[in-house]
């Protein structure tokens, strides 16, 4: 069992920057593909950003894309969220998922994710 841990989360005002870190617990050899959710209160957990396993390709949700960048370090076997121009829409809990044995291919879609962390919050104030 992979644990995930997310951390970088806190309170902002509108226009500032975070950088949140996902970074799995164990040193499994391989690496995964790695996505990012977020979700307010009384509305359903969103997709926010994705990256394959060999960090070629990156995908991204319409309403961050420009403002957020997803990478990884593998050597660190963490991924990254950088946020900036962040608004206060961007408030909610952001979680990290691992797709250990999900296709390659609908990386927006959080049935295809094996391993959540807890989340962190994400507040932006007006």
């Known amino acids: 069992q992979v644990q995930v841990v997310e951390s970088g989360g806190g309170l902002v005002q509108a226009g500032d920057s975070l950088r949140l870190s996902c970074a799995a617990s164990?040193?499994?050899?391989?690496?995964?593909?790695m996505g990012w959710f977020r979700q307010a209160p009384g509305t359903e957990r969103e997709f926010v950003a994705a990256i394959t396993w060999d960090g070629r390709r990156t995908y991204y949700a319409d309403s961050i894309r420009g403002r957020f960048t997803i990478s990884r370090e593998d050597d660190k076997n963490t991924v990254y969220l950088q946020m900036n121009s962040l608004k206060p829409v961007d408030t909610a809990v952001y979680f990290c998922?691992?797709?250990?044995?999900?296709?390659?291919?609908?990386?927006?879609?959080?049935?295809?994710?094996?391993?959540w962390g807890q989340g962190t919050q994400v507040t932006v104030s007006s």
């Open positions: 164990e040193d499994t050899g391989t690496r995964y593909a």
């Open positions: 998922a691992i797709r250990a044995f999900g296709p390659d291919a609908d990386y927006d879609r959080a049935v295809g994710y094996d391993y």
